[in-house]
């Protein structure tokens, strides 16, 4: 099974600006002594050894992960407009795909606003695209934001054969996997997923404010948390920004941290990253969290930041 992020951000598209741009350029000026230029190997050097906040980002499209089966079935989960580069992506390398499974944490704008975007594949009627919600309505849903005044394509322009599918209970088969589906806090309600093939399993858990009840060890949660691989979470916050904006659904990356040392998850990606933050912010917040773990006791678990285009498998 591997995983691919495709949108990262929280809220809304957060591209680079002109002055980002520009400063990157003068950090990487400011760094350069002659011995750099001496070879291409010690130019190579020089570029690989430059802070990641520098020489990468981690991208600014809103929230879709794809996920690959070992019998190459493809799930994506969330439609924000990272959609949009994955649909261009497959198109560039010729992968002429015909079946999508589409399952979505649920509507807030921030995910599934690329939907009209992903292209060619929703107007290919070669393609054939399931969507997946636990809540009702996901036509109706998916279609409202595809009207006049708000978007002059509507759903019926959607040339693929389209299937809407309301998830009922709690989990279900997809091809050699399982998929299962849990309601956390965020307003309107959110879900996280997990994926299991053979004995490897992921949860993503976007838009999610951790509370005490996740921490429980219970049926419930054990048959959900429990010998998970990886976990995609929501951190949107800096602890200080957690408390002052509590209530509003995300969680901070201290917290993240402690969920999954609880529940003894090998692999923690911070996820949803605050369309405010730079680069060089969510880098600082990836170090701080590695240093948090520091102080967690018999923690095995790797940390990292989500960035686009970051391919793993599992």
């Not at 659904?249 to 941290?257: E, K, M, P, Q, T």
Request: glycine share 6%; charged share 25%.
């Amino acid at each position: 099974m591997k995983v691919r992020f495709w949108g990262v951000r929280g809220s809304i598209p957060t591209p680079l600006s002109y002055q980002q741009i520009q400063s990157r350029i003068a950090a990487v000026v400011q760094r350069i002594e002659a011995h750099h230029l001496e070879s291409q190997e010690s130019r190579e050097r020089f570029l690989h050894d430059l802070p990641p906040y520098i020489m990468g980002t981690a991208g600014g499209n809103t929230t879709c992960l794809e996920v690959r089966l070992s019998d190459d079935t493809m799930i994506i989960i969330d439609a924000g407009s990272g959609i949009r580069e994955l649909g261009a992506f497959l198109k560039k390398r010729g992968e002429h795909i015909r079946v999508y499974h589409v399952f979505f944490t649920h509507f807030h704008w921030d995910h599934l606003q690329g939907l009209p975007f992903f292209a060619p594949q929703v107007y290919d009627p070669r393609c054939e695209i399931h969507f997946y919600s636990p809540f009702p309505n996901l036509r109706e849903i998916l279609g409202n934001q595809m009207r006049e005044p708000y978007f002059p394509v509507s759903m019926e322009s959607m040339k693929a054969v389209l299937f809407f599918h309301h998830l009922k209970g709690n989990t279900m088969d997809l091809g050699q996997s399982s998929v299962s589906w849990r309601k956390m806090k965020h307003p309107g309600s959110s879900y996280s997923y997990k994926i299991q093939e053979g004995g490897s399993s992921f949860i993503f858990s976007s838009d999610t404010e951790l509370v005490e009840e996740d921490f429980k060890v219970n049926p419930e949660n054990s048959s959900f948390y429990s010998d998970v691989d990886t976990l995609i979470m929501d951190s949107q916050y800096t602890l200080d920004e957690a408390i002052e904006k509590y209530d509003w659904g995300h969680s901070s990356y201290s917290l993240a941290v402690d969920f999954a040392v609880a529940w003894k998850i090998r692999r923690l990606y911070l996820f949803h990253h605050e369309p405010q933050y730079d680069d060089k912010k969510i880098y600082s917040i990836e170090q701080s969290a590695r240093w948090y773990l520091d102080h967690q006791k018999n923690s095995s678990l790797e940390i990292h930041s989500a960035v686009e285009g970051m391919e793993f498998e599992i």
